[in-house]
T-cell receptor, first 116, second 112 residues
Framework: GAGVSQSPRYKVAKRGQDVALRCDPISGHVSLFWYQQALGQGPEFLTYFQNEAQLDKSGLPSDRFFAERPEGSVSTLKIQRTQQEDSAVYLC??????????????FGEGSRLTVL | GQQLNQSPQSMFIQEGEDVSMNCTSSSIFNTWLWYKQEPGEGPVLLIALYKAGELTSNGRLTAQFGITRKDSFLNISASIPSDVGIYFCAGLWSSGNTPLVFGKGTRLSVIA
């Protein structure tokens, strides 16, 4: 498809399990962002990639969160030893321009993570 | 960190009415944007504003970048049922090194 694709759309994990969330950005988009959206809140920044380089990971809440984009296209957000407070929608967004140029992002539908 | 305050948090309006919502910040932003999110979907960009004082329209939507660079508002004229959703303001503080910051959203319900 032409848009940002995320999978899985829904994930239920037991506390302590590891999860991996995938993002397939719009083809050719150099910038890729991960955001976390808790229920009833706005999206909160997690991390930013320009091509394969992770230029900003200041929003990652703990060292249990890890993201990669090894070939500058598909990205994976991994959460180790999930906790209940990790329950949220994880949004991926991409842009054809570098981060500083614009805030015009194209978002995927999100991956809703529920940790029991 | 930087925070955006959106108001109102929610609103219920009759179809055909005009809607106004706003967003304020304690920090100056160089770019203001308005996104809309529908249930089960990601946010979709509605309007982007790049200059203080700028007034931009997109169909029935009009947004303004406040001259102090610390606020923005969004107006929707003649609301229709498909306007239902959550409207987020977002600000970009400077070029290059800071992430896009979102408000908590205004939930709009339209009564037919």
């Amino acid at each position: 498809g032409a848009g940002v694709s995320q999978s899985p759309r829904y994930k239920v994990a037991k506390r302590g399990q590891d999860v991996a969330l995938r993002c397939d950005p719009i083809s050719g988009h150099v910038s890729l962002f991960w955001y976390q959206q808790a229920l009833g809140q706005g999206p909160e920044f997690l991390t930013y990639f320009q091509n394969e380089a992770q230029l900003d990971k200041s929003g990652l809440p703990s060292d249990r969160f890890f993201a990669e984009r090894p070939e500058g296209s598909v990205s994976t957000l991994k959460i180790q030893r999930t906790q209940q407070e990790d329950s949220a929608v994880y949004l991926c967004a991409s842009s054809s321009r570098d981060r500083g140029s614009t805030g015009e992002l194209f978002f995927g539908e999100g991956s809703r993570l529920t940790v029991l | 960190g930087q925070q955006l305050n959106q108001s109102p948090q929610s609103m219920f309006i009759q179809e055909g009415e005009d809607v106004s919502m706003n967003c304020t910040s304690s920090s100056i932003f160089n770019t203001w944007l308005w996104y809309k999110q529908e249930p089960g979907e990601g946010p979709v960009l509605l309007i982007a504003l790049y200059k203080a004082g700028e007034l931009t329209s997109n169909g029935r939507l009009t947004a303004q970048f406040g001259i102090t660079r610390k606020d923005s508002f969004l107006n929707i004229s003649a609301s229709i049922p498909s306007d239902v959703g959550i409207y987020f303001c977002a600000g970009l503080w400077s070029s290059g090194n800071t992430p896009l910051v979102f408000g908590k959203g205004t939930r709009l319900s339209v009564i037919a």
